[in-house]
């Protein structure tokens, strides 16, 4: 059983930046793609970035593409997303989850692909 916990959200306005991170234990961290998801209110929880194992793949969202960075520290087994040029449709619970199997490259997108969620960190956007 893997645990994360996301932090870093909060209410910015339009066109600021905030960096979410996410601490992870119970699992081998470096062996899985790792990835971030959204869900707003009366909306299905939706996949924005993704990154490998190692790092060095990443797949974005081609709503958040250009302005969000996802990475990973493996030897302090966190993952970050840097959003910046924020919107107002950015608002949402942002979570961090793990791919179900190992090695995978980061090209899964649904929530299906990942078997272990954190709480959720709250981004609001004000416009």
């Known amino acids: 059983q893997v645990q994360l916990v996301e932090s870093g959200g909060g209410l910015v306005q339009a066109g600021g930046s905030l960096r979410l991170s996410c601490a992870a234990s119970g699992r081998t961290f470096s062996h899985y793609a790792m990835g971030w998801f959204r869900q707003a209110p009366g909306k299905e929880r939706e996949f924005v970035a993704g990154?490998?194992?190692?790092?060095?793949?990443?797949k974005y969202a081609d709503s958040v593409k250009g302005r969000f960075i996802i990475s990973r520290v493996n030897a302090n087994s966190t993952l970050s997303l840097q959003m910046n040029s924020l919107k107002a449709e950015d608002t949402a619970v942002y979570y961090c989850a793990v791919d179900r199997l190992r090695w995978r490259p980061p090209v899964y997108t649904t929530a299906t692909d990942f078997d272990s969620w954190g709480q959720g960190t709250q981004v609001t956007v004000s416009s």
């Open positions: 990154i490998g194992f190692s790092g060095a793949i990443t």
